[in-house]
């Protein structure tokens, strides 16, 4: 995966060179057998986000507002996987979550368009309004 023609595709207009991203590996948790004691296959992605020239400032921003608790002092974002008992798929693992991240980042939050409620939802509210006060009057006891 060292091949620095590969790219993240994350929409149709981003994609990130992955050589920008730094992979360590380390021992998974868990069950593995004998196996487990000796082969490095938990993947940890590595990539310095806010240092991107492949990331739009506006998705940096979004990506720092929303996944800000993810992200290092230096601006790193880091993801691990440990899901599968191979290195290989453990890489491709994190390099779909660091996509899906960038996908929520990427799209825009709508802008909220002001509405105002009709004259008949006005009216339906008053009138429910006067049934549970007329409700309520019927309950009250009677002073003679």
Do not use: H
Not at 74 to 101: F, T, V
Not at 120 to 135: I, Q
Request: proline share 4%; with cysteine; hydrophobic share 35%.
């Amino acid at each position: 995966m060292s091949d620095s023609a590969r790219q993240l595709v994350v929409t149709r207009r981003l994609a990130i060179p992955l050589d920008e991203f730094e992979f360590t590996f380390a021992r998974s948790s868990g069950p593995g057998g004998q196996n487990v004691n000796k082969v490095n296959s938990k993947a940890i992605l590595r990539w310095n986000a806010l240092a991107s020239s492949s990331l739009p400032d506006e998705v940096k921003q979004r990506l720092q507002a929303s996944f800000g608790s993810r992200l290092t002092t230096e601006g790193e974002l880091l993801i691990a996987s440990q899901r599968y008992r191979d290195q290989g798929r453990n890489i491709d693992d994190c390099l779909e979550k660091l996509r899906e991240l960038l996908v929520q980042a990427a799209t825009a939050p709508k802008r909220r368009r002001p509405t105002r409620p009709s004259r008949a939802s006005k009216e339906r509210r008053l009138e429910s309004k006067r049934v549970v006060s007329e409700r309520k009057r019927a309950r009250r006891q009677v002073d003679e």
